[in-house]
């Protein structure tokens, strides 16, 4: 990089990056000073990708520790897991286009233990015929569980479409239906 191109010390972005042990897999989380940047399970495929288009996206530099959201993302994770939390106070900071950005935030309208077709999502945005637009961009979610893109369904009630796995969808769906993963 050259130097011109680097922020100076009072603009630069840190992206503190920790590993969190969950009931469904070991995760990744990303946190900066505005929130939650980046949850994902570390066996997905194409993770540090993932990870380095996030950094690259915001001009972070990564550095390990739990930072200001770190601690509070891990609490409420192991609540949630345990069927006590329903909902993250860690806010997001949404890395994404305008429309991505848009449907993210109708995800975080879909209340917990329910679940919206992608048809029923895109409508909900007022565009409904950007069905793949919209599966395209739950697709492109980089925050797991906190922005429950698992909780989008088929048109006819199956479940399509989990990046970390649709085993791990109907772990999230069935915990949120009131069974405890396993």
């Not at 570390?42 to 200001?68: H, M, N, T």
């Not at 329910?114 to 409508?123: H, K």
């Amino acid at each position: 990089m050259s130097p011109s191109a680097v922020p100076s010390w009072s603009e630069e972005i840190t992206m503190q990056v920790i590993d969190l042990e969950t009931p469904l897999g070991p995760m990744i989380a990303a946190t900066t000073r505005q929130g939650l940047c980046l949850l994902e399970f570390v066996d997905e495929s194409g993770i540090a990708e993932r990870v380095e288009r996030v950094r690259a996206a915001l001009g972070a530099k990564i550095v390990p520790g739990r930072g200001r959201f770190g601690e509070t993302l891990a609490r409420e994770l192991q609540d949630y897991f345990a069927g006590r939390g329903r909902r993250f106070s860690v806010p997001p900071h949404l890395c994404g286009t305008e429309f991505q950005k848009q449907v993210w935030q109708g995800l975080l309208t879909i209340p917990y233990g329910e679940t919206r077709s992608y048809g029923e999502q895109a409508r909900a945005l007022g565009k409904p015929r950007a069905v793949r637009a919209v599966a395209q961009a739950n697709g492109a979610n980089r925050i797991a569980i906190v922005i429950p893109c698992h909780r989008v369904i088929g048109a006819d009630g199956r479940l399509v479409g989990y990046g970390a796995g649709l085993w791990r969808k109907r772990q999230l769906l069935d915990l949120e239906q009131g069974h405890r993963p396993g």
